[in-house]
């Protein structure tokens, strides 16, 4: 199996880059080994804090947030990052070439039951003539990442990435310590019977995605004429990796429940990094007006809603809103 080095250098990723995503990396195995520990280490359960999502935060987010905040930062690779978990974008080094925009762990919910959860990051170039402190630097478009990825703490610790060319799987080797490429070139199968969606929400979805869920859920008695399934992790990084692993669609659509909140995801900490996965192993990834990484960022906590998956799933799902 390909070390990481190697296979970043076949799909022709600049060493610099490269040396930002072994620091990232680095942070990740840190993240990993103590949310092994959590239970024995006291880091089970929230603190009495809000982010500035207005969730309170859980124990292991701030540590999550905290290393992988530090470790990318004295890296001097960056120029500044964000975090979900951070009131606004922190400096770094002025020179440095790179954003990176992160949620350190994504499914929060799951923490304190052991079940799955992960750390979400883009990467972006960082523009030269902004001052390292200013936000606006990270109001950049999805297409603009240059690499994305997703560490999943499983049963195994993954890594799914892409630096645009392919995604690929990775899985933590812990008796060397790096990470060892499984899978090279993931795709999405285009077609699915399995959908990922809140059904607590149904009553506040929109009109087009009650008929669409309605439409699957009637099976082969409904005009889909074929039976479907549901799967629903709370995590993000746990459902898309069942979309790239044996497809899906997967969707947090826009509700009514919280009028001041229209959608729960992240643009920048979820759905852009999902979207680039995603598209690069053949999937779509759109809200109802159009695709995700064509979204001009307005601010950097921004909200936005998810339809991504099996291309003709999305396609089909889409057709509800025409
Ligand atoms: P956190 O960011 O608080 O960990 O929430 C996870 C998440 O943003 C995303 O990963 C899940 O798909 C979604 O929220 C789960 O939402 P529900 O609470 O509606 O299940």
Known sequence: MQRLSPALRQDNVPEDLISLIKTILAATKEIS??????????????????????????????????????????????????????????????????LVSFDPLDGSSNIDINSLIGTIFSIHKAPEDMDPSNPDMFKQSGDHQVCAGYVLYGPATMLVMTTGKGTHFYVLDRTHGGYLLVHRNVQVPTDTQEFAINMSNQRFWQEPMKNYIKDLIDGDTGPRGKNFNMRWIAAMVGDIHRVLCRGGLFTYPTDSKNPEQPNKLRLMYEANPMSFLIEQAGGLAMTSKGRIMDIEPTSIHQRVEVIMGSKNEVEACLTYYK
């Not at 947030?65 to 400096?91: R, Y």
């Open 33 to 98: 080994f103590r949310v092994s520990q959590a239970h024995l280490g006291g880091l089970m359960g929230s603190t009495l804090d809000e982010n500035i999502q207005g969730e309170i935060q859980k124990k292991l987010d701030v540590v999550a947030n905290e290393l992988f905040k530090d470790i990318v930062l004295e890296s001097g690779f960056v120029k500044a990052i964000s975090s979900e978990e951070e009131d606004t974008s922190v400096a770094g080094n002025p020179v440095g070439k790179y």
